[in-house]
């Protein structure tokens, strides 16, 4: 199988692309505070470095802790819809011994 | 004395009346409650607001030359979105958990009423063994 198509296959699992996607946010607000970092470093003047503030370390940080956020939220879910799954099968064994007990009644 | 002892003594009337009484129960309309996915676009509606106003208070700062003008705008803006970004990622938070709970919730239901099931037929069938 092909790079390729192995990443399509995965991609095409909700929660690898949520992650991916949620990974891309948490990169992007890390960049944002480098680029706030980069601008404010280069000005001596605060009016002028306030912005850079605003926009890359507190958007950036914003942005940083939702992603990460919302990755421990998908985290917890995927590990939640596992633990269901299971009871699931723990249900439908007990609707089998129902059934069968019912059968030799 | 005599007055305290009196009123240390369970009068079953006062209980009964107070077993009888009706419980109040608070309605939760039907998009609030546990299953609805209302509550998790509510808290990603808070978070892009937050941003929003990070947003907003980035032009408002970057439009000033002053500093002393530029910090109410980082402080009523800049903060308060990030506050509004932690508020919706809670209520996301609480609304996934809420959910998993449900549904767990209607799985144990589900597994209590067929091991009752289970427990009568098996009852019915014991004593037409003996």
């Known amino acids: 199988m092909k ?4 990443v399509a296959t995965a991609l095409r699992d909700p929660f690898v692309a949520s992650v991916g996607i949620l990974v891309v ?3 992007t607000g890390l960049v944002g505070v480098a680029v706030a970092w980069k601008g404010a470093a280069a000005t001596l003047v605060v009016a ?3 912005p850079y503030l605003v926009s890359g370390a ?11 956020g919302l990755l421990l939220v998908q985290t917890r879910r995927r590990r939640e819809a596992r ?15 129902l059934a069968a007990a019912r059968v030799t009644r | 004395m005599s007055s305290t002892s009196d009123l240390e003594i369970d009068s079953p009337t ?5 077993a009888a009484a009706p419980r109040r129960r608070v309605r939760v309309p039907v998009w609030l409650r546990a299953g609805s996915p209302a509550v998790t676009y509510i808290g990603v509606a808070v978070a892009i607001l ?3 106003l990070i947003l907003v208070a980035w032009g408002q700062v970057a439009g000033e030359t002053q500093v ?9 803006a800049g903060l308060v979105g990030v506050g509004l970004v932690m508020v919706g990622l809670t209520v996301i938070n609480v609304a996934a958990k809420q959910r998993d709970a449900a549904d767990r919730d209607r799985q144990m239901d589900q597994l209590v009423s067929i091991l009752d099931e289970l427990k009568n037929t098996l009852a019915e069938k014991g004593p037409r063994r003996r």
């Open chain 1, 3 to 6: 790079t390729g198509s192995r």
């Open chain 1, 25 to 27: 946010l948490a990169v």
């Open chain 1, 48 to 50: 002028l470095q306030l």
């Open chain 1, 58 to 68: 507190i958007g950036g940080l914003a942005l940083l802790g939702f992603a990460l």
């Open chain 1, 83 to 97: 633990e269901r799954a299971e009871l699931d099968r723990v249900v439908r064994a007990a609707a089998d011994l």
């Open chain 2, 14 to 18: 006062v209980v009964a009346t107070e």
């Open chain 2, 50 to 52: 937050g941003f929003v």
């Open chain 2, 68 to 76: 002393y003008l530029q910090i109410p705008y980082l402080v009523s």
